[in-house]
């Protein structure tokens, strides 16, 4: 089946310490994003991707990293500079950028402080 | 700025009931319109999208009319179930291609 997988479900997080969500896409999309869920609220933006190597910051990217090597990975590295990471996050892909195509979501990784 | 709003939650019906979720925009131009559905514990799933004015985009039972003139993207059903227990968010895809969301409405169905 085509989809997008995120690993892990769930992660925790030491001070001081840098962990990288994993996100996998079979669909031949060529964008992928990153949002970051929190408790009641809607969807932020951390990062996008349009192409493979290139990257675009989002409203929220501070404290945070990612990497577009290949086109069906694009991984979010949450640094020790983002002072409040725990929060629900959800990577998704489009097939290209345009007004009718929707983006398809992954199941999540929640992460949490230790 | 490009903006969404939904009406709050949480949405709480007996089953059988109507469903009217609320959902207006502000936008440039005439983006298309989204509504998703996120389960406990899952990501975002496509529910139904309507790309110009007057489309109805229509799923599973739900419905919404794009509306130019008031501007809104309003999510109905006319008879919920219990399995239709989640949060509902509304969005909108601005000139860049970005979707721009709303806080998303919890709807809780009861037996």
């Known amino acids: 089946d085509g989809g997008i997988t995120q690993s892990p479900k769930y992660l925790f997080r030491k001070e001081g310490q840098n962990v990288t969500l994993s996100c996998e896409q079979n669909?031949?999309?060529?964008?992928m994003y990153w949002y970051r869920q929190d408790p009641g609220q809607g969807l932020r933006l951390i990062y996008y991707s349009q192409i493979v190597n290139d990257f675009q910051k989002g409203d929220i990217a501070e404290g945070y990293s990612v990497s577009r090597e290949k086109k069906e990975s694009f991984p979010l590295t949450v640094t020790s500079a983002q002072k409040n990471p725990t929060a629900f996050y959800l990577c998704?892909?489009?097939?290209?950028?345009?007004?009718?195509?929707?983006?398809?979501f992954g199941d999540g990784t929640r992460l949490s402080i230790l | 700025g490009n903006s969404v709003t939904q009406m709050e939650g949480p949405v709480t019906l007996s089953e059988e009931a109507f469903l009217t979720i609320n959902c207006t925009y502000t936008?440039?131009?005439?983006?298309?319109l989204f509504w998703y559905v996120q389960y406990p514990g899952e990501g975002l799933q496509l529910l139904l999208k309507a790309t110009k004015a007057d489309d109805k985009g229509s799923n599973k039972g739900f419905e919404a009319t794009y509306r130019k003139e008031t501007t809104s993207f309003h999510l109905e059903k006319g008879s919920v179930q219990v399995s239709d227990s989640a949060v509902y968010f509304c969005a909108l895809m601005d000139s860049n291609y970005q979707l721009i969301w709303g806080a998303g409405t919890k709807l809780i169905i009861k037996p």
């Open positions: 669909l031949n999309h060529d964008a």
């Open positions: 936008a440039t131009g005439y983006p298309s």
């Open positions: 998704a892909s489009s097939s290209r950028t345009g007004h009718n195509q929707p983006q398809h």
